[in-house]
């Protein structure tokens, strides 16, 4: 285990994340600007979409290919209903829906620091994982919404209704899903003959454009986790910073353990294993917040964005990935 975690520790894209938090940490000027950090976040979406797809072209899906991607839709409709379970016995209704859809929707960029790993491992890993990634970032969204209607509390004349088309659009058609979707088709569509145009761009330039990108996650993730640790989070009676830090981190592991076993259960090949584990063990900070901003503006946006910012993505990246990169070999060779 040992060395598995010293490669990820000293892997550049790493530590370029540390670096950013650094930064953060000791209050320097240093700065991503807001256009530079959207165009590091389009193309890391549209890299890994694309060679996806060119992957998923040059596989044929079998049986336990499809048995992963029944899995990945499965995960993403089990872990709100089960988080939000746990959640509203010590939150508002508004922010246990908020903080399921987030945990049981995903984070791209902890997949695509997941397959920067393998590929650094020599370990292959099948395209229609790119897919999976896809098709679990919206139903936690949407099971999230649909519990806060049917638990949350109506004032007199408050109807329970949903906006199912404004609803569809956010979760479905929001940008992050559009492009990884879009991409992934195109790279489907090209094959090999679209990687061969596009190599310089999307294979030599993309651990640079990774390591940017986290550089500008560290220092986010500082900041979020300085908010938090001063208590700028908005917390409802009985829901302290210790019970929050202790979900941010034991909830993603007991959804590793879970994914983990599915996957060693279906027999999926070492690196699909460990990507369908990291998709169940994160949580998303992206897509979510840029969802319920409008679909459920009740929820506390400074809850459930440093949680899954600050806390669960910087578990994953720093113990995570390696951690159940060790727990799946051994429950292969057990």
């Known amino acids: 285990m040992e060395s598995l975690f010293l490669v990820n520790l000293t892997s550049p894209p790493l530590l370029f994340f540390f670096l950013g938090a650094a930064a953060a940490l000791v209050r320097s000027d240093l700065e991503i600007p807001a256009p530079v950090a959207k165009f590091l976040s389009l193309y890391l979406l549209f890299a890994i979409g694309f060679k996806g797809g060119v992957a998923l072209s040059g596989d044929a899906l079998d049986g336990r290919a499809w048995a992963g991607l029944l899995a990945a839709l499965g995960l993403a409709a089990a872990v709100p209903l089960y988080a939000f379970a746990i959640l509203k016995r010590r939150l508002g209704i508004a922010d246990a829906a908020a903080l399921a859809a987030t945990y ?5 960029v902890t997949f695509v620091t997941a397959t920067s790993y393998l590929d650094g491992a020599g370990i292959a890993w099948g395209g229609h994982l790119v897919a999976a990634m896809a098709l679990m970032e919206s139903p936690a969204i949407i099971i999230g919404i649909l519990l806060y209607r049917l638990y949350g509390e109506r004032g007199p ?15 479905c058609l929001n940008g992050s899903v559009f492009l990884i979707v879009g991409s992934m088709l195109i790279g ?31 220092i986010v993730a ?6 938090m640790r001063l208590g700028r989070m908005g917390l409802g009676e009985g829901a302290g910073i210790p019970f929050l830090f202790g979900f941010a981190i034991l909830f993603p592991l007991f959804n590793a353990v879970v994914a983990g076993s599915i996957a060693t259960l279906l027999g999926l090949p070492e690196g699909d294993a460990l990507l369908l584990t990291v998709l169940g063990a994160s949580a998303s900070y992206i897509a979510v917040p840029a969802a319920l901003r409008l679909a459920l503006p009740e929820a ?35």
């Open 104 to 108: 049981g929707s995903i984070s791209a």
């Open 157 to 171: 004349g408050e109807q329970a209704g949903i906006d199912w088309r404004e609803l569809g659009r956010e979760s």
């Open 188 to 218: 489907w569509i090209t094959g090999q003959r679209g990687m061969t145009a596009l190599a310089p761009f999307v294979g030599e330039l993309f651990t640079g454009m990774l390591c940017l990108f986290l550089l500008d996650m560290g």
């Open 222 to 227: 500082a900041r979020r986790l300085r908010d």
């Open 300 to 334: 506390n946006p400074s809850l459930y964005l440093p949680m899954s910012l600050a806390v669960t993505f910087p578990f994953n990246l720093l113990v995570g990935i390696p951690l159940y990169h060790q727990v799946l070999r051994w429950l292969v060779s057990s």
